[in-house]
Every structure is written in C-alpha cells, then in structure tokens.
C-alpha cells in the first residue's frame, strides 16, 4: 500500500532544489521560474489529466496524474506549504 510518506519523500527532494543551478535541474528551474509559472504549469497538467479521463485513456491518465502530483507539490514548496499542513487539514 502507497501511504502519505511517498508525497512527503518528494516533497523532500523538491525543497531540496530550491538553491540548486536551474541549468541542472527542472525542478530549480521551475522554482526559479516564479509561481505564476509554476501555477501554470500545475493547470497544464491538471486540464491533461481531465481530458485523459474524459477519454478513458487509462494509461494517460496514470502518467498526467504523476505530472499534476509532482507539480502540486512544487505548487505548493513554492507557497510554503509543506504536506503536513496539508494532511493536517
């Protein structure tokens, strides 16, 4: 069973890259990026999703869920928020 810690080992990592060089990794480059950005690309990916499900395209669906996953959580080091705040709701 996949628990909470998954999100919260991600999350690690992308904090993590928060001073690392944007040229070395799309995560920093996302950061660096601003959250206008980073809220963009978060909407991307989750109107993907949407339309993966609308199709039945199961596959798709699984892979843009990951995408919207990761982002929220860039989404979301960016604003401060750290998955505890969020499981605390």
């Keep these: 069973m996949i628990s909470s810690e ?3 080992r991600l999350f690690a990592v992308i904090d ?3 001073d690392a060089d944007p040229k070395s990794s799309y995560t920093a480059k996302l950061l660096s990026d601003g959250r206008s950005r980073i809220a963009r690309k978060f909407g991307e990916e989750a109107i993907e999703a949407v339309i993966a499900a609308t199709e039945g395209d199961k596959a798709a669906l699984t892979a843009e869920s990951a995408d919207v996953l990761y982002h929220l959580l860039v989404v979301w080091a ?12």
């Design 16 to 18: 993590s890259r928060r």
């Design 6 to 8: 998954i999100l919260d």
């Design 78 to 89: 960016d604003a401060g928020i750290t998955p505890a705040d969020v499981w605390a709701e």
